[in-house]
């Protein structure tokens, strides 16, 4: 039995120890995933109140750690599962975990690059291949974040100083009902006044609808604003919907305007054919937010932005070094992750994405993503036989909306009764002022044995459902 208390470094047998449990714990986690339940937050809420507690002085054996964390990891949604399909789901792949073992035991500081250039270069190369995968020019640079929103965040900042005057409140953006959140958000963190935000209007397809953004810049500059960016989505978070990006990308050049592309969802389907097809238009952007997180199977906390001109990037995040970072400084150009971000020190995000990629090849996440097409296409054909169901818009990536022809309440039900399966977890939204379910397939775990269950499962609730005239 180990000690009770571990010293702050562990001998290497204890290191050896713990790492043999919790590998032990990772490969039984992994193996249960295709019966785990989809969601089992029966007791969640009552386990979470008797977890609480004050630091402890003395410290306890690993073996008795590892329970409660496993234990309150299975009071949750099963967001790794092959069930999981609401709101976008993240696998998270081995690898990445397995890299961020790596990476925090070895511990360098990637936040500049002189302190670990080699280091620096693995996760700036990384950068690199997204920048290609979207024809990025060589003045491109980007920054991996936490997630989409903070990748937003520095998008409108760079945008902002590139684009409006120190005093920028006259500065207007334009958005739709169907952005991310996150833009308003970043928007006000930014310092600009909620009626800043245009929310233009879209079309049947739910799509931004471009004359409606022409006559929106318009009205703005009549009425003495600065109408300087446009955020357009590749994939929106309710539908997938993508929008029309060679022509808001032409309203952009002529106007002006910073384009900004948020393809947190949707980005990595640039990888199929299908995706890029409908990506048409996004090299024209002048920046990308990307989330690994979820077209990349990562585990949450890896985001990505790209910048077409670095420089403008660059001139958004960076002030004079402070005295103490001067033996760090670079000359020229810069290679200081901490030059295109608001943070200096972070953790070595690179490997996270490094490590699959160079393990299991591009062609890998291809075929996987691919996948999820078809299994998008063949959860829709099959909802579409379903005379209970409603399915107003054609999946444009890997998202279905549907609902009951019944209303609202019975569209409740309907999800109500097919959460209760525990085989599937399903999120909803509310579209034009009306309920609607979604199945999001874009876990690599999900395969097709799992989406024709989820039919099986939707037609029996939707069978459940008081008949309608
Ligand atoms: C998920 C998402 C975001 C937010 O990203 P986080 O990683 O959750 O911060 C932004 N935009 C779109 C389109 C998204 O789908």
Same mark, same amino acid.
């Given at each position: 039995?180990?000690?009770?208390?571990?010293?702050?470094?562990?001998?290497?047998?204890?290191?050896?120890?713990?790492?043999?449990?919790?590998?032990?714990?990772?490969?039984?986690? /992994?193996?249960? +995933?295709?019966?785990?339940?989809?969601?089992?937050?029966?007791?969640?809420?009552?386990?979470?109140?008797?977890?609480?507690?004050?630091?402890?002085?003395?410290?306890?054996?690993?073996? @008795?750690?590892?329970?409660?964390?496993?234990?309150?990891?299975?009071?949750?949604? @099963?967001?790794?599962?092959?069930?999981?399909?609401?709101?976008?789901?993240?696998?998270?792949?081995? $690898? $990445?975990?397995?890299?961020?073992?790596?990476?925090?035991?070895?511990?360098?500081?990637?936040?500049?690059?002189?302190?670990?250039?080699?280091?620096?270069?693995?996760?700036?190369?990384?950068?690199?291949?997204?920048?290609?995968?979207?024809?990025?020019?060589?003045?491109?640079?980007?920054?991996?974040?936490?997630?989409?929103?903070?990748?937003? *965040?520095?998008?409108?900042?760079?945008?902002?100083? %590139?684009?409006?005057?120190?005093?920028? /409140?006259?500065?207007? *953006?334009?958005?739709?009902?169907?952005?991310?959140?996150?833009?308003?958000?970043?928007?006000?963190?930014?310092?600009?006044?909620?009626?800043?935000?245009?929310?233009?209007?879209?079309?049947?397809?739910?799509?931004?609808?471009?004359?409606?953004?022409? @006559?929106?810049?318009?009205?703005?500059? %009549?009425?003495?604003?600065?109408?300087?960016?446009?955020?357009?989505?590749?994939?929106?978070?309710?539908?997938?919907?993508?929008?029309?990006?060679?022509?808001?990308?032409?309203?952009?050049?002529?106007?002006?305007?910073?384009?900004?592309?948020? $393809?947190?969802?949707?980005?990595?389907?640039?990888?199929?054919?299908?995706?890029? %097809?409908?990506?048409?238009?996004?090299? $024209?952007?002048?920046? !990308?937010?990307?989330?690994?997180?979820?077209?990349?199977?990562?585990?949450?906390?890896?985001?990505?932005? /790209?910048?077409?001109?670095?420089?403008?990037?660059?001139?958004?995040?960076?002030?004079?070094?402070?005295?103490?970072?001067?033996?760090?400084?670079?000359?020229?150009?810069?290679?200081?992750?901490?030059?295109?971000?608001?943070?200096?020190?972070?953790?070595?995000?690179?490997?996270?994405?490094?490590?699959?990629?160079? *393990?299991?090849?591009?062609?890998?996440?291809?075929?996987?993503?691919?996948?999820?097409?078809? /299994?998008?296409?063949?959860?829709?054909?099959?909802?579409?036989?379903?005379?209970?169901?409603?399915?107003?818009?054609?999946?444009?990536?890997? !998202?279905?909306?549907?609902?009951?022809?019944?209303? @609202?309440?019975?569209?409740?039900?309907?999800?109500?009764? !097919?959460?209760?399966?525990?085989?599937?977890?399903?999120?909803?939204?509310?579209?034009?002022?009306?309920?609607? *379910?979604?199945?999001?397939? +874009?876990?690599?775990?999900?395969?097709?044995?799992?989406?024709?269950?989820?039919?099986?499962? !939707?037609?029996?609730?939707?069978?459940?459902?008081?008949?309608?005239?």
């Amino acid at each position: 039995m180990p000690e009770a208390s571990y010293p702050l470094e562990p001998t290497a047998e204890q290191v050896r120890e713990m790492l043999k449990a919790a590998t032990d714990a990772i490969v039984e986690f /992994l193996d249960s +995933l295709p019966d785990a339940p989809a969601s089992d937050l029966e007791g969640a809420e009552e386990l979470a109140r008797r977890l609480r507690e004050a630091a402890p002085a003395q410290g306890a054996p690993f073996a @008795d750690l590892l329970p409660v964390i496993r234990q309150a990891a299975a009071k949750a949604l @099963d967001t790794a599962g092959p069930g999981y399909m609401a709101y976008i789901p993240a696998g998270g792949l081995f $690898a $990445a975990a397995l890299a961020d073992l790596l990476a925090n035991s070895l511990n360098r500081y990637v936040g500049m690059w002189h302190p670990a250039p080699a280091m620096a270069q693995l996760e700036w190369n990384v950068i690199r291949w997204l920048a290609d995968l979207f024809g990025c020019p060589l003045e491109a640079r980007g920054v991996l974040t936490s997630g989409g929103s903070m990748a937003n *965040l520095s998008a409108l900042l760079a945008a902002r100083k %590139a684009r409006l005057p120190q005093d920028f /409140l006259s500065g207007t *953006l334009y958005v739709t009902n169907h952005t991310h959140t996150s833009v308003a958000k970043v928007a006000m963190l930014a310092g600009f006044p909620a009626p800043n935000v245009r929310v233009v209007s879209t079309t049947p397809a739910l799509r931004m609808d471009v004359d409606a953004l022409r @006559d929106s810049i318009a009205a703005d500059r %009549a009425a003495g604003l600065r109408p300087f960016c446009v955020v357009a989505t590749a994939g929106t978070t309710d539908t997938g919907a993508v929008d029309p990006l060679e022509d808001v990308g032409r309203v952009a050049r002529e106007e002006d305007l910073w384009l900004h592309v948020d $393809a947190a969802y949707g980005g990595f389907f640039q990888l199929t054919e299908r995706g890029r %097809a409908k990506f048409r238009g996004i090299d $024209a952007a002048d920046s !990308i937010t990307l989330d690994p997180h979820k077209g990349m199977f990562l585990p949450y906390g890896t985001g990505c932005l /790209l910048a077409r001109d670095g420089v403008a990037l660059r001139q958004a995040h960076s002030v004079e070094e402070a005295g103490y970072l001067q033996d760090l400084a670079t000359e020229g150009e810069s290679q200081n992750f901490s030059d295109y971000s608001p943070e200096l020190s972070r953790d070595f995000r690179g490997l996270r994405v490094w490590l699959p990629v160079k *393990l299991h090849g591009l062609d890998a996440f291809r075929v996987a993503l691919d996948e999820k097409l078809d /299994l998008t296409r063949l959860l829709y054909e099959a909802l579409r036989e379903l005379r209970a169901l409603e399915l107003p818009w054609e999946p444009e990536l890997s !998202i279905v909306a549907f609902r009951a022809r019944g209303g @609202d309440a019975a569209s409740r039900q309907l999800l109500e009764g !097919i959460n209760a399966s525990r085989r599937v977890f399903l999120s909803s939204t509310v579209i034009e002022g009306r309920f609607f *379910l979604r199945a999001a397939i +874009l876990s690599h775990r999900t395969h097709r044995d799992r989406v024709e269950e989820a039919v099986e499962i !939707i037609r029996r609730a939707a069978e459940r459902l008081p008949a309608t005239t």
